[in-house]
């Protein structure tokens, strides 16, 4: 049975004739209003918003027919994205392989219990807390560093590429969970509250080009998740910032507050 997302891609797709459309040539350009106007007679939500049908956070939010044209979709500017074929490389999206070495039993120099971390879980607050003891600077080997970043903002504009096809971002929305300065270094976090087994890359590829090109300072990404009673990161690098697919995992590793 086809999803509510399915059923808009399949429309989409098939009113634009997207699928003669060469991929090896260029990406397919599309708007948020295209896909308002062309899924307006659908009467669910999931159905008609461009904000649900675009969502593909990860491969499980794909819908088929990207699935079996080896698509993925990256925002471009506020309201347009662009559908980009797989490369041999890159499918847009990385894995995130379990931490399988020993925790790290670490002990916090904080002289009092914090009480108020307690209260809920949410991923901030993890990541509030994270920081509080320590351990985002003892992973990162960066100490002194403060929280500057979080929030909401609009990226300048950057070109970038995806293989062989260049492609140009400007005033997309990102999102940094927490952001850090250091004297030499930026670290952002991308913070997660249940297991993912992958993400697409543009939620560390577009806030890593925003904050290297307004810092001009070396700049790193962790992939943050609290579960079980421990602390799990991964460090990721991108090793041409101008190249959407050079990203590659340095480090993993999991902590336990003794």
Not at 62 to 83: E, S
Request: hydrophobic share 35%; glycine share 6%.
């Amino acid at each position: 049975m086809a999803s509510s997302k399915d059923t808009a891609w399949n429309e989409i797709f098939d009113v634009l004739d997207i699928h003669s459309h060469d991929f090896t040539r260029e990406p397919y350009r599309i708007s948020a209003k295209q896909i308002k106007q062309i899924c307006s007679k659908f009467s669910e939500t999931a159905e008609k918003e461009p904000r649900i049908i675009c969502y593909q956070a990860q491969r499980k939010d794909r819908p088929q027919v990207f699935v079996d044209r080896g698509l993925f979709l990256l925002p471009v500017k506020n309201g347009h994205y662009v559908i980009v074929k797989n490369t041999d490389t890159c499918d847009g999206y990385i894995d995130i392989p379990p931490i399988t070495s020993p925790p790290v039993e670490f002990r916090s120099n904080l002289t009092f219990e914090l009480r108020s971390s307690k209260v809920g879980d949410s991923e901030m607050q993890h990541v509030d807390k994270a920081y509080a003891l320590g351990i985002i600077q003892h992973f990162c080997g960066v100490d002194p560093m403060f929280l500057t970043i979080r929030g909401r903002k609009y990226c300048p504009e950057f070109p970038f590429s995806v293989g062989s096809q260049a492609l140009m971002a400007k005033g997309v929305q990102t999102e940094v969970d927490a952001g850090y300065e250091g004297e030499d270094t930026v670290v952002l976090i991308e913070a997660k509250n249940t297991k993912v087994k992958d993400i697409i890359i543009r939620q560390m590829y577009y806030p890593y080009r925003q904050w290297w090109h307004h810092t001009k300072k070396d700049t790193t990404v962790l992939l943050f998740e609290y579960n079980e009673g421990m602390y799990h990161l991964w460090q990721f690098e991108f090793r041409n910032p101008y190249d959407y697919s050079s990203i590659v995992l340095i480090k993993s590793g999991r902590y336990v507050v003794n």
